[in-house]
């Protein structure tokens, strides 16, 4: 599957909930998401990210793939912490970015079951930004108005946009 890059619309539109009971594609497109970030050396990928319409991730941050439907943070520390991003769908760019260094995730299995996820450190960072992809925010736009204006400039010089 290809990656979508900004500036598609696609990429700051809010994803749709899957309802896990009837949609019997979750499988395939949890496979095909997984293979496309592991195509592109990434760590995380959202539905939206290859076109599709649906609150779906998947990510690897310890060698073991993870899939989740109808993602959200439930709780998020107080304590953060800024790092560096890239993104697959802004390739190139990278952008200081600060997130709750601790966050639990509830969502559902590709198979219905609930699932909750303790993350800290690199997994809750890589869980906060997939689930900014659903709701249509880039790593752009976690940039101060200045770097982004400059962020943008320099990614559409280069990609001849």
Same mark, same amino acid.
């Given at each position: 599957?290809?990656?979508?890059?900004?500036?598609?619309? +696609?990429?700051?539109?809010?994803?749709?909930?899957v309802d896990?009971?009837?949609?019997?594609?979750?499988?395939?497109?949890?496979?095909?998401?997984?293979?496309?970030?592991?195509?592109? =050396?990434?760590?995380?990928?959202?539905?939206?990210?290859?076109? #599709?319409?649906?609150?779906?991730?998947?990510?690897? #941050?310890?060698?073991?793939?993870?899939?989740?439907? =109808?993602?959200?943070? @439930?709780?998020?520390?107080?304590?953060?912490?800024?790092?560096?991003?890239?993104?697959?769908?802004?390739?190139? +760019?990278?952008?200081?970015?600060?997130?709750?260094?601790?966050?639990?995730?509830?969502g559902l299995?590709?198979?219905?079951?609930?699932?909750?996820?303790?993350?800290?450190?690199?997994?809750?960072?890589?869980?906060?930004?997939?689930?900014?992809?659903?709701?249509? @925010?880039?790593?752009?736009?976690?940039?101060?108005?200045?770097?982004?204006?400059?962020?943008?400039?320099?990614?559409n010089e280069? =990609?001849?946009?």
């Amino acid at each position: 599957m290809e990656i979508l890059h900004h500036p598609s619309p +696609v990429l700051k539109s809010r994803a749709s909930e899957v309802d896990t009971s009837v949609d019997a594609g979750l499988l395939d497109l949890v496979r095909a998401m997984a293979e496309t970030m592991y195509d592109e =050396n990434g760590i995380g990928l959202a539905a939206p990210q290859i076109g #599709v319409d649906k609150r779906v991730i998947v990510f690897d #941050v310890d060698e073991r793939l993870a899939a989740v439907c =109808n993602p959200i943070i @439930v709780e998020a520390s107080e304590e953060t912490a800024v790092d560096d991003e890239g993104c697959l769908s802004v390739p190139g +760019v990278t952008v200081p970015v600060t997130r709750s260094t601790r966050v639990v995730c509830k969502g559902l299995t590709i198979e219905g079951s609930d699932v909750s996820i303790e993350a800290s450190d690199l997994l809750a960072r890589v869980i906060q930004h997939e689930i900014d992809h659903l709701d249509g @925010v880039l790593i752009l736009d976690r940039a101060p108005a200045e770097l982004r204006k400059e962020l943008i400039r320099a990614y559409n010089e280069a =990609n001849g946009l």
